[in-house]
């Protein structure tokens, strides 16, 4: 178990459980859950969890805050959408787009971090406001490469499509399985991948600069330099997630990948789930993906069960288009509650 | 072996029509402990941070042997070999101990970009840490926060950072400032243990004289960024210009 983890193991017995029964449940989803629906939120929850790692290397390690994080998501989903859409639906063409796409990713961070991060981070953090918006137009502007405003639908190699199915072991494989298994796969190799990053030599400096960036310097570390590298690691990382997430989706377009809420989504789950502890990524991925999806329906639930039951007011106060209502009420709560996350108030109560 | 010596020349810096530090000259060589002394606003932190770059001279120049370092930016510097433990506490409070130490071992040991290889699997970078905190009592505390320990452990932890380092030059800046009684020998025996090795060169700001006495091999005097007196300590203790620039202002200094 060390190994992997990169000696850095939850802590906590709490967490330890509830981290192996969400690992369980996303690995074993397609066989647990009948449906469309809870293979897409498992999906969306794996790539989440990437996304969110990533950001947590900027955000909860480094001290740095960006708001770029859903352009290079984007130009992940775009790498894949467009090669796909333009060289047809073969492994060679997802090959062509991830290898545009996370060096593109990666140099942009490169250019935006030597431009900004030699100062405030404040200034680092309104000029990635100034240039994701600039993407997010941009996009949808070259309409004859990105499909604009509607995006790009695309087809995936054959063994991806959910009209692919083999047998194996008695049990039946259908193509959506595989893609859910190749994107749970990849999520996990990342995950694991930005854990042992922050537990390296280079990702201690990255906390001893989030920490007291005066000293990281009199101790002989280039600050600068390891800002811009945690900023290239974590677009790249980000533009791999939003593979992922085209290629679960077979489509890109501005709502999937650019949107700022898709920010506003990642920057909640990480400090929900606890700013720099990786795992925090995990659990907060899992709680907020499963709030968004299905919490409308909980409270559907409760206001007609209160409706039948002849409650006042309760029914009213769960009607569920309040639903957004409450999922604020909810995010209120827990930063209140836990100011370090769920996984900082796991920790300290272990 | 390579012997380092450390010398300013003519080094000044003005902040608009003050000059903090004005002009000094002095050379600091390997086997020596110079200390400096001065009244509050003399310079004396402030020739400091001159010398480990963080301020940048006005005009003037700092050597680290024949190398001009009046220009390089303080981590340049300390990867130079300029060790500096601060006047006021300076860590990484949420890091633990340990934490705190081993990054100042894989600094001194070039371990800056590594990604792939986690710090549990560094172990001679870790026993070199450990044997850091052993030295400054510390390794009892080697996993708890740094913000949790009490000031005078702060201020070990402090020096423990720059031992770490393994520089040419130490810089100690009132290393035993607000400490309890009982804690200020751990870190005079340190102080006096790196003495032993003679191809070190360390400067201590240090206002308490009992210190300066037991441990300098030479006091430098500053007075209004001046270098006002330079020699063996009985001779500068005596001499008249320090009992009136220092010992003078720095009693009316406390007084008012």
Known sequence: ?350 | MLVTSLETRNLTIRFGGHVAVDGVSCAFRPGELTAIVGPNGAGKTTYFNLISGQLTATSGAVFLGERDITRLSAPARTRAGIGRAFQLTNLFPALSVAENVRLAVQSAAGVHYDMLRPWMRHRELIARADAVLARVALDGKRDAPASALSHGDQRKLEVALMIALEPQIFMFDEPTAGMSVDEVPVVLDLIAQLKQDTSKTILLVEHKMDVVRSLADRIIVLHNGKLVADGAPAEVMASPVVQEAYLGSFGRGRAA
Not at chain 1, 8 to 27: F, Q
Not at chain 1, 69 to 96: D, E, K
Not at chain 1, 235 to 247: D, F, P
Request: glycine share 10%.
């Open chain 1, 1 to 350: 178990m060390i190994m992997p983890l990169s000696g850095d193991p939850p802590r906590s017995r709490c967490l330890s459980i509830a981290l192996v029964i969400i690992v369980l449940v996303l690995a074993l989803a397609p066989f647990l859950f009948g449906g469309a629906k809870p293979l897409n939120v498992t999906a969306k929850i794996c790539i989440f969890i990437a996304l969110a790692a990533s950001y947590d290397l900027l955000l909860g390690y480094t001290g740095v805050v960006s708001f770029a994080h859903t352009m290079f998501y984007g130009i992940g989903s775009y790498g894949i959408a467009i090669a796909m859409y333009g060289l047809g639906p073969r492994w060679g063409a997802a090959a062509v787009g991830l290898t545009v796409a996370l060096p593109l990713a990666a140099a942009l961070a490169l250019v935006i971090g030597l431009f900004s991060l030699r100062v405030q981070t404040i200034f680092f953090a309104m000029i990635t406001l100034a240039v994701a918006s600039a993407f997010a137009v941009l996009a949808s502007q070259l309409s004859w490469l990105t499909g604009g405003e509607d995006g790009r639908s695309f087809s995936v190699p054959e063994v991806l499509r959910p009209g692919f199915r083999v047998d194996v072991l008695g049990l039946n494989i259908t193509g959506r399985m595989l893609t859910y298994y190749l994107v749970f796969a990849c999520c996990a190799a990342l995950f694991l991948l930005l854990l042992r990053i922050v537990n390296s030599p280079f990702g201690r400096v990255l906390q001893a600069i989030r920490e007291n960036p005066f000293r990281a310097e009199a101790l002989g570390f280039r600050t600068v330099i390891h800002r811009i590298l945690a900023n290239c690691i974590a677009a790249a990382a980000a533009a791999a997630a939003g593979a992922l997430n085209a290629l679960w989706l077979r489509y890109t377009g501005p709502d999937t990948s650019l949107s700022f809420s898709i920010m506003l989504d990642i920057l909640l789950i990480v400090v929900i789930g606890g700013m720099g502890t990786m795992y925090g990524a995990i659990v907060g991925a899992t709680l907020y993906v499963l709030a968004q999806n299905y919490l409308q329906a909980l409270m559907g639930w409760v206001s007609t069960a209160a409706g039948e039951a002849g409650l006042p007011l309760v029914p009213s106060l769960f009607h569920p288009d309040r639903w957004l209502l409450w999922l604020g009420i909810l995010f209120i709560a827990s930063v209140y509650f836990f100011p370090a996350g769920i996984v900082g108030k796991l920790r300290g109560s272990r």
